[in-house]
């Protein structure tokens, strides 16, 4: 049974740092293209960022270019994303995915196979 389970959220000050984790269990991990998805109260599900199989290619949504780092640990079966200089704009559910294709940027939800139940992220003014 794969399970993906997502640690870290809470509530954090604008401009405060946060990291949050996802532990995988049941897959191959690093057979997996890993993506963190969020979602803010009233609005669609939106990609933040992905880590391909090995960590060495990465990409971002433009709003937390430069301030969100995603990377993984395969020998651990974690992915994190280290979140900086957070704005109230960045409250949201925050969710990992697993996909098994890679070679490009997966954007989409329906490219990713297994979800975990997400965690909170909130960011007071």
């Known amino acids: 049974q794969v399970r993906l389970v997502e640690s870290g959220g809470g509530l954090v000050q604008a401009g405060g740092s946060l990291r949050v984790s996802c532990a995988a269990s049941g897959l191959t991990f690093s057979g997996y293209t890993m993506g963190w998805f969020r979602q803010a109260p009233g609005k669609e599900r939106e990609i933040v960022a992905t880590?391909?199989?090995?960590?060495?290619?990465?990409y971002y949504a433009d709003s937390v270019k430069g301030r969100f780092t995603i990377s993984r640990d395969n020998a651990k079966n974690t992915m994190y994303l280290e979140m900086n200089s957070l704005n109230p704009e960045d409250t949201a559910v925050y969710y990992c995915?697993?996909?098994?294709?890679?070679?490009?940027?997966?954007?989409?939800?329906?490219?990713?196979?297994?979800w975990g139940q997400g965690t909170q992220v909130t960011v007071s003014r």
């Open positions: 880590v391909s199989y090995s960590g060495g290619t990465t």
């Open positions: 995915a697993a996909s098994p294709y890679g070679g490009r940027w997966l954007r989409r939800e329906l490219e990713y196979v297994y």
